[in-house]
């Protein structure tokens, strides 16, 4: 009986977030239903048949890594995988200009792009933990995490390389620096920015954040996270200012003193 009601569900569901007719649910990986207070964790996969190469295989090897995703990053933060609100639903299309994306309400969209694993673990690394106020603390945790756990080509090394490219980034040029008041005061929308800036942004939060991981628990983390004064909370769990934070995490990369300030990084 149970069953049955969960197959309800889950055809209700495809049907109604299908587009067009054309994205028919391909299959359903995973559907929980508790009682009233219910958060459903549903993933299923659907698929347009008109612009991609998605096979069945590349479905279920993807549907596979989200799966395991969303157990390590629960694992990793001590999070009840029940505690979650989010629904999950991952669709899987053809080439596109993006490699993933992640809306708000927990709908994933993998492009078919060789390095999918590691897309598809950062937007479910969004899609676990919701929102935060920060846009540094949201895309610096995903790329952190994505970093240690699918050992991404870039940042191999477990976010050691993630500091070493951070450091010659900062010693590259003006432009390469230029995202630093993106990430640490939100000045601007990132929304406007260059590739570039875009692409130093997430590295430099990830790099930071990696630093904060060192020096306070994933739950902690956590709790800064989902702030809405993130800079109090870190300096009720570290003892430091934000400031003197961004200073340790920049020594700790290898810049000296003289070049934090000379590049106005503080
Ligand atoms: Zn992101």
């Keep these: ?30 559907t929980e239903n508790s009682d009233k207070d219910t958060i459903i964790k549903m993933i299923y996969a ?8 998605i096979t069945m295989d590349i479905a279920t090897e993807t549907i596979k890594y989200c799966e395991e995703a969303i157990v390590e990053i629960c694992n990793y933060f001590n999070l009840d995988e029940k505690q979650y609100h989010n629904v999950f639903r991952y669709y899987l299309l053809g080439p596109s200009n993006g490699l993933a ?74 432009k390469y620096r230029n995202s630093f008041p993106l990430i640490f005061d939100e000045k601007e929308s990132i929304d406007d920015a260059t590739e570039l800036t875009v692409q130093s942004f997430y590295l430099y939060s990830a790099s930071f954040v990696c630093y904060l991981l060192k020096i306070m628990s994933p739950q902690e983390f956590l709790e800064v996270y989902r702030s809405t004064d993130y800079k109090s909370d870190l300096k009720r769990i570290t003892g430091h200012s934000f400031k003197n934070l961004k200073y340790r995490w920049l020594k700790s990369i290898g810049l000296s003193i003289y070049q934090i300030l000379v590049y106005k990084l503080l």
């Design 101 to 174: 994306s992640w809306e708000c309400d927990g709908e994933i969209t993998i492009y078919n792009v060789p390095d999918r694993k590691s897309s598809y673990y950062h937007e479910t690394v969004h899609g676990v933990l919701g929102d935060s106020s920060n846009l540094w603390l949201m895309e610096g945790i995903a790329d952190y995490l994505d970093d240690i756990n699918t050992k991404y080509p870039l940042n191999i090394k477990g976010g050691r390389a993630l500091d070493e490219i951070s450091k010659s980034y900062i010693l590259k040029g003006d």
């Design 1 to 30: 009986m149970k069953k049955i009601i969960l197959l309800i569900i889950v055809f209700s569901c495809g049907f109604m977030f299908a587009q067009g007719g054309k994205n028919d649910p391909l299959f359903v990986v995973d």
């Design 46 to 53: 659907s698929y347009t048949f008109d612009k991609n190469d």
